[in-house]
């Protein structure tokens, strides 16, 4: 049984990485890593980006496929979302994985309103972590191509603590110090440019 579950654990493992070497952009689709998607009944079109953390500490050795399937139940189960409240979200390795439909419009537990926004999630908490290097490769790449693509504007590009400064840390101290000190965005429209 055991033998068979590493078995079964490890081909998957291959086919993800098959998958995320093949699929654009090296982003880990939904049916990729075990999820099911949501039914799209509203299309938003996209006109910013926001940056969050998930709040919670991610122990490295944790595997985010099992996390982003709890977190997917959880969503849809305890919060009555339609899917994850998030459109991307980044794992400790840099590993980018596809949320929620991005036509559909994000989820907050925040005032701001997340109509049009592309929300992106670097899974950790930030308060206590620190994000490593090939996380904040990722960050930027897929902010940049992700700008591009929906035609976001630099000035557009934020994170959920700039929106709402006073009811939240998100995406705490050691990433909200590259967009106090503009790191993320020199570096973004450098690339942008
Ligand atoms: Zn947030």
Redesign the pocket.
Same mark, same amino acid.
Request: charged share 20%; hydrophobic share 40%; with cysteine.
């Given at each position: 049984m055991n033998r068979l579950r590493i078995f079964v654990g490890a081909a998957f493992s291959i086919l993800l990485a098959a998958c995320a070497i093949m699929s654009q952009n090296n982003i880990i689709r939904q049916a990729e890593w075990g999820g099911t998607p949501a039914r799209v009944d509203s299309v938003q079109s996209i006109e910013f980006i926001t940056i !969050?953390?998930s709040?919670v500490v991610f122990e490295s050795g944790k595997d985010p496929l099992t996390y982003l399937q709890n977190l997917q139940n959880w969503s849809r189960t305890e919060k009555q979302w339609i899917d994850i409240p998030y459109h991307y979200l980044i794992d400790l390795d840099g590993k980018i994985y596809e949320g929620r439909d991005a036509r559909l419009a994000g989820d /907050?537990n925040?005032s701001y309103d997340v109509k049009g926004h592309l929300i992106i &999630?670097v899974l950790g908490n930030y308060e206590e972590q620190t994000l490593n290097e090939k996380q904040y490769d990722a960050l930027v790449h897929l902010t940049v191509n992700r700008a591009k693509h929906y035609a976001v504007p630099l000035e557009n590009i934020r994170s !959920?603590h700039d929106w709402v400064p006073a009811e /939240?840390v &998100?995406?705490g101290r050691d990433i909200q110090r590259l967009f106090d000190d503009g790191t993320f965005k020199q570096t973004v429209s450098a690339l942008l440019n």
């Amino acid at each position: 049984m055991n033998r068979l579950r590493i078995f079964v654990g490890a081909a998957f493992s291959i086919l993800l990485a098959a998958c995320a070497i093949m699929s654009q952009n090296n982003i880990i689709r939904q049916a990729e890593w075990g999820g099911t998607p949501a039914r799209v009944d509203s299309v938003q079109s996209i006109e910013f980006i926001t940056i !969050h953390h998930s709040g919670v500490v991610f122990e490295s050795g944790k595997d985010p496929l099992t996390y982003l399937q709890n977190l997917q139940n959880w969503s849809r189960t305890e919060k009555q979302w339609i899917d994850i409240p998030y459109h991307y979200l980044i794992d400790l390795d840099g590993k980018i994985y596809e949320g929620r439909d991005a036509r559909l419009a994000g989820d /907050t537990n925040t005032s701001y309103d997340v109509k049009g926004h592309l929300i992106i &999630c670097v899974l950790g908490n930030y308060e206590e972590q620190t994000l490593n290097e090939k996380q904040y490769d990722a960050l930027v790449h897929l902010t940049v191509n992700r700008a591009k693509h929906y035609a976001v504007p630099l000035e557009n590009i934020r994170s !959920h603590h700039d929106w709402v400064p006073a009811e /939240t840390v &998100c995406p705490g101290r050691d990433i909200q110090r590259l967009f106090d000190d503009g790191t993320f965005k020199q570096t973004v429209s450098a690339l942008l440019n």
